[in-house]
């Protein structure tokens, strides 16, 4: 029988995208520019290679070596696109940036020749058809991400790469049709910018230029191509980074190393001198312990506490089974005498026959007494029906009562109703790094935080307050609240959205610094540095 593998599921689309935009953020400048000193000569010559074939009427000539000389740009840009997705991944793993020697370089150049000049007309066929895009996309860029010149082996990357495009398939087509979406926002900005600049250029300054002079010739179809491989330049690095994290924590299923990352940002070395002064302690308070220690006393039980026992547990019921069966004299029916459930049937039968003799004697009175031949004088003989059938209504009435008795009692002893209610959140533990401001409402995070301060416990009660702030300004939208992102990503986020309102901003940074100080810099607090902090976060609330 076959073992269930079970894959844990990978982050959401938008995160994944706001992720990417966020490493790129952070990426050094010589990332980038190993991006586009692969990408912009491809392009360039792509564009030209365009013009020069729609337009000179002798590009046929040159067809064999302008094909050749863009085929060997596109290796150039593959393999400085490998390298620009390594520096990615060593900069998200926390690992120092690779060395490359033309040794690795050519690895590369081999390893993407062979893995991608497949791409050049799968992509176009399933771009056509639609439904194999997503998977062949994936693949590609998973071969550019995993053919960086370390596996040995063109198998070997080839394995990796489509062992990470099997991974996670609806997040991948969420990407991407997020990410084609965003691409048309992106095309037709490029359109309006470079179509109105030089229109404001003739407005401002009087400068007149091709695309002033004659609209309708300057749009053709290469300035539709320029404007494809601009926003192909804009958008394919995003990708690239999308696809960087993909592999990343598609490989850490197996290997762990997003672990090993988280781990590498919060470790900090221990000096040897602190491990023997630990040890040395450790050493010592052992020997004294041993040295001080009292010596054990003699255990055992004294024989008469051992003889009561052992009575006492074989007169117990499980023991006495084996013992003689005493005797059960009965009790005489005359000696009998009557419990109290004997006593009260005996008082409901009595109550009985005083109620029916009681009914007899009204019914006596009513129709009178007749002796024993009054049946056989004329006229007589039907009151005896009559009785018969007053008994018979006073059964039914009884019977009523006794029904309405019981379905009343029956009302008294119903079940109360359900309570509806509704389960507590459990307050968070502030002490942990892993609290995060969603967890609570920022009313709930203010209350938290008055708490702490009415117990003393100044620095969990900035905290609170820091993530109420948090909480008040993601439910208006101001930033958007995320696991890796720092204190200061925030700031600038809000400076960003929030840029209509300086006040907010300046008091946001000002409440960041004292947090920093406080609560990564173990610095100490004062009541009257809280109260200013707390003021602080009512001036958000307020603005």
């Given at each position: 029988m076959k073992r269930k593998?079970?894959?844990?599921?990978?982050?959401?689309?938008?995160?994944?995208?706001?992720?990417?935009?966020?490493?790129?953020r952070r990426a050094p400048a010589g990332t980038l520019l190993a991006y586009y000193l692969g990408a912009l000569p491809f392009v360039l010559a792509a564009l030209f290679?365009?013009?020069?074939?729609?337009?000179?009427?002798?590009?046929?000539?040159?067809?064999?070596?302008?094909?050749?000389?863009?085929?060997?740009?596109?290796v150039w840009m593959k393999t400085w696109q490998t390298v620009f997705a390594r520096c990615l991944r060593a900069q998200l793993a926390g690992e120092p940036m690779p060395r490359w020697n033309f040794s690795r370089l050519l690895r590369v150049a081999l390893t993407q020749t062979v893995l991608q000049f497949t791409g050049l007309i799968l992509l176009p066929l399933a771009a056509v058809i639609l439904l194999p895009f997503g998977w062949l996309y994936s693949f590609y860029q998973s071969a550019t991400v995993m053919g960086d010149g370390?596996?040995?082996?063109?198998?070997?990357?080839?394995?990796?790469?489509?062992?990470?495009?099997?991974?996670?398939?609806?997040?991948?087509?969420?990407?991407?049709?997020?990410?084609?979406?965003?691409?048309?926002?992106?095309?037709?900005?490029?359109i309006m910018a470079t179509l109105g600049v030089p229109q404001l250029l003739k407005m401002f300054f009087g400068i007149e230029t091709f695309f002033t002079q004659s609209m309708s010739s300057a749009v053709n179809t290469t300035f539709l191509a320029a404007m494809i491989g601009l926003t192909w330049l804009c958008l394919d690095p995003?990708?690239?980074?999308?696809?960087?994290?993909?592999?990343?924590?598609?490989a850490s299923l197996q290997s762990g190393e997003d672990l090993r990352a988280d781990l590498r940002r919060f470790r900090a070395p221990v000096p040897a001198a602190a491990l023997l002064v630990l040890g040395l302690g450790l050493f010592a308070a052992d020997f004294s312990r041993a040295a001080t220690a009292p010596p054990a006393a003699p255990t055992g039980v004294a024989p008469p506490e051992l003889n009561q026992s052992i009575e006492k547990t074989i007169r117990q019921r499980e023991f006495t089974w084996r013992a003689p069966r005493e005797k059960i004299v009965k009790p005489k029916p005359e000696d009998k005498q009557d419990g109290w459930y004997d006593q009260q049937v005996k008082k409901f039968k009595q109550a009985v026959s005083n109620l029916i003799q009681s009914i007899d004697d009204f019914l006596k009175k009513i129709f009178g007494q007749r002796g024993a031949g009054s049946a056989r004088s004329g006229g007589a003989g039907w009151m005896t029906p009559v009785?018969?059938?007053?008994?018979?209504?006073?059964?039914?009435?009884?019977?009523?009562?006794?029904?309405?008795?019981i379905r009343v009692w029956r009302r008294r002893q119903a079940p109360p109703a359900a309570v509806s209610s509704e389960a507590i959140a459990p307050v968070p533990d502030l002490t942990q790094d892993d609290v995060a401001a969603?967890?609570?409402?920022?009313?709930?995070?203010?209350?938290?935080?008055?708490?702490?301060?009415?117990?003393?416990e100044l620095r969990l009660a900035?905290?609170?307050?820091?993530?109420?702030?948090?909480?008040?300004?993601?439910?208006?939208?101001?930033?958007?609240?995320?696991?890796?992102?720092?204190?200061?990503?925030?700031?600038?986020?809000?400076?960003?959205?929030?840029?209509?309102?300086p006040e907010l901003h300046a008091t946001f940074r000002q409440n960041i610094t004292t947090f920093d100080r406080v609560w990564y810099g173990r610095h100490e607090t004062t009541r009257e540095q809280l109260e200013d902090f707390a003021l602080n976060v009512e001036r958000i609330r307020a603005c």
């Open positions: 593998v079970h894959v844990r599921e990978g982050p959401g689309a938008l995160e994944l995208l706001e992720e990417a935009v966020h490493l790129l290679f365009w013009s020069d074939l729609s337009r000179d009427s002798a590009a046929a000539d040159r067809l064999l070596p302008a094909s050749l000389g863009l085929a060997l740009l596109f370390e596996t040995p082996g063109l198998r070997l990357a080839f394995t990796a790469a489509w062992r990470q495009c099997k991974l996670w398939q609806l997040q991948n087509h969420y990407v991407l049709a997020t990410t084609k979406l965003f691409g048309w926002f992106v095309f037709a900005n490029l995003l990708l690239k980074a999308v696809y960087v994290l993909r592999c990343f924590y598609g009785h018969a059938l007053l008994y018979v209504l006073i059964a039914v009435v009884m019977g009523a009562l006794v029904l309405l008795l969603d967890q609570l409402p920022d009313d709930e995070w203010l209350r938290l935080a008055r708490q702490l301060l009415e117990r003393g900035l905290r609170a307050f820091y993530l109420s702030s948090l909480a008040h300004l993601a439910r208006r939208e101001l930033i958007l609240l995320a696991k890796f992102k720092s204190n200061r990503d925030y700031e600038r986020e809000l400076g960003r959205r929030g840029h209509a309102l």
